[in-house]
């Protein structure tokens, strides 16, 4: 069962290449560009670990 990951980042550059990076070492990656995103992704999935800018917008 493969491990799940939310990365919650406003820096597209950064959160898409943490995407490629977390993709290709075999996890299922959801990625948001808010917080209030982000909220709305783990009312319908249980991540195993969330990733999450602390100075968000």
Not at 21 to 42: H, K, M, N, Y
């Amino acid at each position: 069962m493969s491990k799940s990951i939310l990365i919650v980042e406003d820096e597209e550059t950064l959160r898409e290449s943490l995407r490629r990076i977390f993709t290709r070492e075999g996890f299922i990656v959801d990625t948001a560009e808010s917080a209030e995103r982000g909220l709305e992704l783990t009312e319908d999935n249980l991540y195993d670990v969330i990733i999450t800018d602390i100075i968000l917008p």
